[in-house]
């Protein structure tokens, strides 16, 4: 499951115990502004670690309440708490007591940062949002929608509208949400012969040894068959065959007709002459 966060005890979640968890830190008593006064400065300026811990044990309770609002992913609570923890940790390390405003106020968007980018990185096999402009659309999208189903014209251009975005990416992502991952293999209780799992039908025969073999065979064999049609030509014949064809830099009909003194028309004529007599040969 999720990292541990020590030397701070009390943050990691253990594994079938959430309940208890919960109940741990919403007895927690909570910090009066005070408190948190003292604890932010004494942190801020002697980097006192016990108060870092007073700070962040006080407020995992904030976290679990943002964490529960992200549910609706299909994802552990317990994982989302334990990276809502981590954007808490963050949170106070960077907290400047100097800047007037409470604790959990500068917090939320570290936490709320922490959990977005778990659910992106977990929610799908495929990356499904990497832009900040798609981030925006995946975590407001659901939100938006008031009915079951596809958008309408009129919904997509309020979505745009309400999100700062383009029709276009709202109708892409919608896309994107409504597509599910499916297992690879057949689940192991349906009939192999039955099932509908994409082993059936995305076949690689790249790697195919009788179909590799059957390639090569043929590929030799080709090979074989051009090299034989090529010695019945005479050595101009050749020669223009193989720059024209057969090299990586290929020459031009004006590049042999001034090699071998003759119109780049009877150049023509010798390179089709030659293609015919290799084409019987191979035939043949």
Not at 63 to 92: P, T
Not at 163 to 182: F, I, Q, T
Request: hydrophobic share 40%.
């Amino acid at each position: 499951m999720a990292k541990q966060l020590a030397p701070f005890s009390g943050l990691a979640v253990p594994v079938g115990s959430l309940d208890a968890y919960l109940t741990r830190i919403n007895s927690v008593p909570m910090l009066t502004l005070e408190q948190e006064r003292e604890y932010t400065t004494n942190l801020f300026e002697n980097n006192d670690l016990e108060a870092a811990r007073k700070l962040i044990m006080s407020h995992l309770r904030f976290v679990a309440r943002i964490a529960k609002g992200y549910m609706g992913y299909g994802l552990s609570l317990a994982d989302l708490i334990q990276e809502g923890n981590v954007g808490l940790m963050k949170a106070v390390k960077r907290f400047d007591p100097r800047v007037g405003v409470r604790l959990v106020t500068f917090a939320v968007h570290w936490i709320k940062a922490e959990i977005h980018e778990y659910i992106i990185r977990n929610w799908r096999i495929v990356k499904i949002a990497t832009t900040k402009a798609q981030r925006k659309l995946f975590f407001n999208l659901r939100s938006q929608k008031k009915r079951l189903g596809w958008f309408s014209k009129a919904e997509v251009d309020a979505v745009a509208e309400d999100l700062g975005v383009k029709p276009k990416e709202v109708m892409e992502m919608e896309k994107r949400l409504n597509a599910y991952d499916a297992a690879f293999d057949a689940p192991s209780d349906q009939d192999d012969e039955t099932a509908y799992a994409p082993v059936h039908y995305l076949e690689n025969t790249d790697c195919d040894p009788a179909l590799l073999l059957e390639n090569s065979n043929t590929e030799n064999f080709q090979n074989n068959s051009l090299k034989t049609a090529m010695h019945t030509l005479d050595a101009r014949s050749q020669d223009i065959i193989a720059s024209r064809w057969l090299q990586e830099s290929k020459s031009t009909l004006h590049d042999l007709a001034a090699k071998y003194n003759v119109s780049a028309e009877r150049i023509r004529q010798l390179e089709a002459n030659a293609m015919k007599k290799i084409k019987a040969s191979i035939a043949a």
